[in-house]
């Protein structure tokens, strides 16, 4: 089991930035990739961002472009979720999920999803 608990939501205005995090623990705790995902209203599930286990390799959604960075702790306790220059088309509920092996992009690839935490960016 991988227990995830996530953290950092809130509203902030167009261009601004937010950290999110997210701490896993549980069995097999540091042993997974870790991805990031969110829905907006009306919308499905996205793939935001992930990380491997190791820490050494990022995959990104295409509509990141450079503003959303994803980086996890030297002791592989939480992962973040860096976000810059947003905008109210990133409002969305972001969750945390653990890799549970196939394409990282790909959201059939997790499991033991967090809770999520709020995001929302006013104009």
């Known amino acids: 089991q991988v227990l995830l608990v996530e953290s950092g939501g809130g509203l902030v205005q167009a261009g601004g930035s937010l950290r999110l995090s997210c701490v896993a623990s549980g069995r097999a705790l540091g042993s997974h990739g870790m991805g990031w995902f969110r829905q907006a209203p009306g919308k499905e599930r996205e793939f935001v961002g992930a990380i491997t286990a190791s820490g050494e390799s990022l995959y990104y959604a295409d509509y990141v472009k450079g503003r959303f960075t994803v980086s996890r702790d030297s002791a592989k306790k939480t992962v973040y979720l860096d976000m810059n220059s947003l905008t109210p088309e990133d409002t969305a509920v972001y969750y945390c999920?653990?890799?549970?092996?196939?394409?990282?992009?790909?959201?059939?690839?997790?499991?033991?999803w967090g809770q999520g935490t709020q995001v929302t960016v006013s104009s």
């Open positions: 999920a653990a890799h549970i092996g196939g394409i990282y992009y790909d959201i059939s690839s997790y499991g033991a």
